[in-house]
Structures are given as structure tokens and as C-alpha cells.
């Protein structure tokens, strides 16, 4: 299933509905990260929330691995809350995804 997701391609991070990230690195400003319109935006962002998270060498060391290795990826469909419970199986067959 996660294949047959990935290979969806989109045009922007965020949730599907076109709103802000939902994910536990942005809960302190709700709604404050995305919608963004590429790879380099939704990075900056993670900078961004690192950032505010605190202050230190971890960090500065993150934000910098950040800025060197994540480049080129493209933007697909993606399931961040895969759960058990989140999953619904009609005998043998997994029929859809929750949540």
C-alpha cells in the first residue's frame, strides 16, 4: 500500500487538505508551518522549529545536516500516522487506512 501512496506525486507539503503540517515538530505553533510549495520551503521550516525548539549544539548540528543532505527528493503522497488501529481488515485484506 505504501508504494501504490508514494507513487502519488503532489506540488506541495502539507496535509492533504492544503493546510499546515500536522506533526509533533510543529504542535508548538499550530497551523504557523506550511503550506509549503517545495522541498527547500518545507525544510526551512524544519529549521525553523528546530530552532524555536531550543538552543544548542544538537541543534545547529541538525539544522546544518539538514541544509547539506536533504535536497532532490520529490514530493509524494505520505501516511504519517500508520497505526494499528488506524488500519481496517476485512478477513484477510487490509480495505483501507484511517485517520
Known amino acids: 500500500m505504501f508504494v501504490e501512496?508514494?507513487?502519488?506525486?503532489?506540488?506541495?507539503?502539507g496535509c492533504i487538505d492544503r493546510t499546515a503540517c500536522n506533526?509533533?515538530?510543529?504542535?508548538?505553533?499550530l497551523g504557523g508551518y506550511g503550506l509549503f510549495d517545495s522541498e527547500a520551503q518545507f525544510n526551512e521550516g524544519i529549521i525553523k522549529a528546530l530552532q524555536s525548539s531550543g538552543k544548542g549544539v544538537?541543534?545547529?548540528?541538525?539544522?546544518?545536516?539538514?541544509r547539506e543532505t536533504i535536497h532532490g527528493?520529490?514530493?509524494v503522497l505520505t501516511y504519517?500516522?500508520?497505526?494499528?488501529?488506524?488500519?481496517?481488515?476485512?478477513?484477510?485484506?487490509?480495505?483501507?487506512?484511517?485517520d
Request: aromatic content about 8%.
Open 73 to 75: 527528493y520529490e514530493i
Open 5 to 13: 501512496l508514494r507513487q502519488l506525486k503532489g506540488h506541495f507539503v
Open 23 to 29: 506533526d509533533q515538530l510543529f504542535d508548538h505553533d
Open 80 to 98: 504519517g500516522d500508520l497505526d494499528p488501529k488506524n488500519i481496517l481488515v476485512k478477513g484477510s485484506e487490509v480495505v483501507v487506512l484511517l
Open 58 to 66: 544538537w541543534v545547529d548540528l541538525t539544522c546544518e545536516m539538514i
